[in-house]
């Protein structure tokens, strides 16, 4: 068979496309690039929140017009949406082969179960390295260390699609990235729906500064970058760490997603804004050039003016890096969809002074970066990324003259506009 692959949604989804598809490969299938060329098209989806579900439903129609058209044999569809809404999906689309899952094991299986959903479950573990391949750059990878999430938010759905929090075991992660490195990869991004809970389930305790000792251990380590880090597990140890060596970038995606504590308190964020502006404060301290990242969500059910603009101001002062800004998506399930919603034209006007808080924060810290030094990988000849900034998810610059793909070195930003950056390299 041959099969063209639409993977949708996160990089922890991309992990998962990663998986079953070499599974494929070992199993003597092969993957193609265009979906013309293929006997089956296999999509995973997200089903995260609505504007998510729209797309999964959109490349559906589109593969399925062109089984229609006999341009494809078979369409099949997992992920995210599968784990959420896999009767729907059957009754939706009734021309679809196969709707399977990528639960990883029977936890999520059960819990689907008690909903009524019943899974067809893809056959082997997700958890051997061994039947992982990259659909990333060669030089840059996703190590994902657990799956599923404890903490339910409020208005989050992931852990009735993914199920409890389930950390890989220490020995299978440090595995993983042996191989990674062994096969190039320069920069391996750790990723879960809450890095810093890893080992929690294993282990008892949070065990990702032991794992990040580990790992730097490994010969011909290049860089790790740590993904969602939440703001109450961020310890001190982990911060001297990091400012220890260079090879963690000093980055740190930590996802805020407020700073009022009425806001927080209703999110169910386990921290209030003590909390978060202690962390932040550590951190900078521990680390003084360290680069975050985060996202916030406006228009939460009872997010006030007051609330609002304690948000704006807590933005200016802290002057994030990278930040994401999201309209509030009301999903049935979760515990704020009963909540007194705020109307829609409110949520739009919020989002869009967040964004812009946020462009005048980026010109000012555009200002200091110019003349600077900064450490940058190269994506291409001629184009890339510094430390500050995440694979797939934050900013590129460029490269006054070409470099090599893949590789890592000094540059100076030599001009900075908005998140335009252009750096000359200096080593060859």
């Known amino acids: 068979m041959k099969f063209y692959l639409i993977s949708l949604g996160c990089p922890k989804n991309l992990t998962n496309s990663e998986e079953f598809s070499a599974r494929l490969l ?29 797309e999964a439903k959109d490349e559906i129609r589109f593969a399925l017009d062109l089984k229609k058209k006999g341009a494809v044999k078979k369409v099949a569809v997992t992920g995210c949406l599968v784990e959420r809404f896999k009767e729907q999906v059957a009754q939706e689309f009734p021309d679809l082969d196969t709707v399977f899952s990528i639960a990883a094991q029977d936890t999520v299986e059960n819990t689907l179960k008690k909903r009524g959903v019943i899974l067809d479950p893809l056959p082997s573990s997700l958890y ?45 992660v440090v595995r993983e990235a042996k191989l990674m490195i062994e096969n190039g990869v320069q920069e391996i991004s750790l990723i879960a729906q809450d890095t810093t809970s890893y080992g ?13 000792e580990k790992l730097l251990k490994l010969k011909g380590l290049g860089r790790l970058r740590i993904m969602y880090g939440y ?22 995606d930590i996802p805020l997603q407020h700073i009022a504590d009425p806001v927080l308190t209703r999110m169910n964020r386990h921290c209030d804004a003590a909390q978060i502006r202690r962390t932040l404060d550590m951190l900078k301290t521990e680390v003084p050039d360290i680069s975050l990242r985060t996202n916030f969500i406006v228009g939460f059910p009872g997010e006030t003016k007051k609330d609002f603009n304690e948000l704006k101001k807590f933005v200016k002062e802290y002057e994030f890096d990278n930040m994401g800004v999201f309209e509030y998506f009301r999903e049935k399930g979760t515990a704020a969809y009963a909540m007194e919603q705020v109307p829609a034209r409110v949520k739009h006007e919020r989002a869009a002074e967040l964004v812009e808080t946020q462009s005048r924060v980026i010109d000012k810290i555009n200002q200091r970066l110019t003349g600077t030094v900064l450490e940058a990988i190269a994506d291409g000849e001629d184009f890339g990324r510094t430390y500050k900034d995440a694979p797939d998810i934050d900013g590129k610059v ?19 506009e908005g998140y335009e950056r252009e750096l000359e390299p200096l080593e060859k």
């Not at 929690?200 to 032991?210: A, Q, S, V």
Request: charged fraction near 25%.
């Open 26 to 54: 070992a199993k003597g299938h092969k993957m193609v690039f265009t979906p013309e060329q293929a006997d089956e098209i296999i999509i995973n989806t997200c089903g995260f929140i609505a504007s998510a579900v729209k």
């Open 128 to 172: 051997l390295p061994e039947y992982k391949m990259s659909l990333t750059a060669p030089h840059t990878a996703y190590l994902k260390v657990a799956d599923g999430c404890n903490n339910r938010c409020a208005y989050c759905t992931i852990p009735f699609i993914r199920g409890a929090y389930r950390s890989k075991p220490m020995k299978d």
């Open 200 to 212: 929690m389930d294993l282990y008892g305790k949070p065990r990702l500064l032991e794992l990040l």
């Open 231 to 252: 703001p109450h597990r961020v310890t001190k140890e982990i911060a001297r760490l990091m400012a220890s060596t260079d090879k963690i970038f000093h980055y740190l």
């Open 398 to 416: 460029t490269f006054t003259r070409p470099v090599k793909t893949g590789s890592i070195f000094k540059a100076r930003v030599v001009s900075a």
